[in-house]
């Protein structure tokens, strides 16, 4: 049987870099959201997600914590959404965890922001709300929350393109390449294990 496997992520940039992985009994499909929650949403609103055996959600995040680099892999087990602190959502990466990855990786907890952090103040203030957070991202709790309303497995796959306060959004853009290669090979591994 065929797996139907959804692919999503924020820009071309990102979607473009994982792009050209070929497996058998495996039909890949990509989403291109856009930046930010409510794009995302209105996407997700457009798209039959019951017919997918499974979502993953690959992209770039801002370390909230100088000890997460910039190309570091983080995958999420929880994410949260600015201004709702008490609405936290578990990613179980049962599948995950049952493999030996060939990368390092953190698997902490993210917040979706509505805005990029682009400075210290900003960035304190989520550290201070959301304690177990790591990271920040702008797309995944709205896909998180739509896999588990139609109870389909989510894999997110983030990659630490930034500090938070040093925020350069056209650099990023230039590195997107570079920072997306672990997140591919892990998707690689993914799918010929799931």
Same mark, same amino acid.
């Given at each position: 049987?065929?797996?139907? *496997? ?30 930010? *929650? ?157």
């Amino acid at each position: 049987m065929v797996k139907k *496997v959804l692919v999503i992520a924020a820009t071309n940039r990102e979607l473009n870099c994982l792009k050209g992985i070929n497996l058998n009994n495996t039909r890949l499909q990509y989403l291109v959201t856009g930046i930010g *929650v409510s794009r995302t949403i209105d996407k997700l609103e457009s798209i039959i997600l019951n017919k997918f055996d499974m979502i993953i959600n690959a992209g770039i995040c801002g370390s909230l914590f100088a000890n997460l680099k910039k190309g570091d892999l983080i995958i999420p087990n929880q994410v949260n959404i600015e201004e709702e602190a008490c609405n936290a959502i578990e990613i179980k990466n049962k599948m995950l965890e049952d493999m030996q990855l060939s990368c390092p990786y953190y698997q902490e907890a993210i917040v979706t922001v509505k805005s990029p952090v682009n400075n210290i103040e900003r960035k304190s203030e989520i550290i201070e709300s959301f304690k177990d957070a790591v990271a920040v991202d702008m797309e995944l709790y709205p896909i998180a929350r739509k896999t588990l309303d139609y109870n389909i497995p989510l894999i997110a796959l983030k990659v630490v393109s930034d500090l938070c306060e040093d925020f350069k959004f056209a650099e990023i853009l230039e590195q997107t390449k570079l920072l997306m290669n672990p997140i591919k090979n892990i998707l690689t591994e993914v799918i010929k294990n799931k």
